[in-house]
């Protein structure tokens, strides 16, 4: 049994915020060099490069934005469920925290998703909106994204809304297999999947190689995003142990330095 | 290129107004994003600088 608790320990150690705090520090400048790069050859390539679509004309073009921010939103909210359910049975704090910070970038890319849509829908359906399966279980995401952000801040201790937060974010996974097959079981204005694991894509490659960099592009930002608004919820909760102590006293030293020159 | 100038980039076809508030929005809203999130740690190290100052003169006191 010793073996068995020792393990414990060990497992607790390493998901301590703490530990996220120092071992999360590593990835940020090399996210934010691929999330740089990816996103800016992928928008220069989608907009200028690629060729003009045969049926929609140059409108198609805002899918390079609108299928990751969409991909994006689901992702995001899978991580959040995920989190929740790490929080609720384990009990682990970082969990909870990285599910805090994920709950806005989340909601903020199923708001661009959404808005984007709309505008491409007006030159391409004649509409910027209708209550079809695949928009209306989007906004559904939306509203779950608000509802289980607004219950982080209902209640005056974090740990109740934590909880009820997690809760919502658990339930409301049921939305993400009924958006993702919308286009599938329903008549829907809404196109297919443009890309599937096991098919070649239908477009040319010039058009989905650019969507392929940007959905990357956007995946590696959402990372960077996720732990830098991470990291700052640890800083906040934690801010009276010594170890952010000690964090503070040496920002202090180095402001205090910069001041001095 | 898909375009022959630039006047033809900006133009989109027809479609320029839609696929340009596009880009623009997503791009400004991950701007803002980023923004805050560095915001967030700036106020962080503020507040809990200032918070060790007047900790050290009561200390002193």
Known sequence: MSFIKRWWQLFEQTVSPKYFYRISERFIPWLTLLATLLISIATVWGLAFAPADYLQGNSYRIIFIHVPAASLAMSAYFLLAICGVISLVWKVKTAEMVARAVAPIGALFCFLALVTGGIWGKPTWGTYWVWDARLTSMLVLLFLYMGVIALYNAYESSATGAKAAAILAVVGIVNLPIIKYSVVWWNTLHQGATFTLTQKPKMPTEMWLPLLLMLLGFYCLFGLLTILRTRNVILERERRSQWVRELVKAEAAKRGANRGL | ?61
């Open chain 2, 1 to 61: 290129m898909a375009f022959n100038s630039w006047a033809e980039f900006w133009a989109m076809g027809t479609h320029g107004i839609y696929v340009w508030s596009c880009y623009g929005l997503t791009f400004t809203v991950i701007a803002l994003l980023v923004l805050h999130t560095r915001q967030q740690r700036q106020r962080f190290f503020r507040a809990q600088i200032q918070q060790l100052k007047r900790e050290q003169q009561q200390h002193e006191s």
